[in-house]
């Protein structure tokens, strides 16, 4: 017995899969299922929870470490060879803590100064452990965000980040762009 969803399960589900290779742990959870595209080799582990008023997309390699957190009324998309560890939240909306609006979701939304935006992972994209991302942004090529970082602006291709709000490290070796042409 496997600890992963069959193809036929999770297509039954409304998940739209496009690929081969996806494995999903019957540990996390998926609300929405409708709104989640999944292509080639994807692995979400344990505890992970998917809830996406807007479109969530997974594309080629993408690994989703356990206890993770997306959601989003707007859309989260996972490019090639990206991924999150353990605990990275991908927040697609935040409520406005200003105090100007209301806050919370039993409210109407007539009173709430939310804020949506689509994230989007491109290429090669990482985000160490128990970090964090607001709506409205887009990490470059091959970005990797360090462990317990707030994610607050876009970033640049090619760099490490790091920090509370996130700031530049480094810059980031290339070597993987040559790797990925003999995986292919």
């Known amino acids: 017995m496997s600890n992963f969803y069959s193809l036929k399960s999770l297509t039954k589900m409304g998940v739209k ?15 929405n299922p409708k709104k989640l595209t ?5 692995r979400i582990d344990d505890f ?11 594309k080629n ?28 939240k991908l927040f697609g ?13 039993t409210v109407p939304s007539k009173y709430l100064g939310t804020k949506y935006g689509d994230i989007i992972l491109n290429n090669h994209s990482i985000i160490g452990s128990n970090s964090m991302v607001l709506p409205n942004i887009t990490l470059g090529e091959g970005t990797a965000i360090g ?13 490490i980040y790091g920090g509370t709000p996130i700031k530049v490290i480094k810059e980031r070796s290339k070597k993987c762009k040559k790797i990925e042409k003999y995986l292919k």
């Open 38 to 42: 999944i292509y080639n080799n994807v």
């Open 48 to 58: 992970t929870i998917l809830s996406g008023r807007g479109n969530i997309i997974l």
């Open 93 to 105: 909306s935040s409520d406005d803590y200003s105090g100007n609006y209301m806050t919370n979701p």
């Open 61 to 88: 390699y993408i690994h989703i470490g356990p206890f993770c957190f997306l959601t989003s009324y707007s859309n989260i998309i996972m490019n090639n060879y990206s991924g999150l560890s353990s605990g990275v």
């Open 147 to 159: 462990s317990f970082s707030l994610v607050n602006k876009d970033t640049n291709e090619w760099y």
């Open 17 to 31: 899969v496009l690929g081969d290779n996806v494995k999903i742990s019957k540990l996390a959870r998926i609300y």
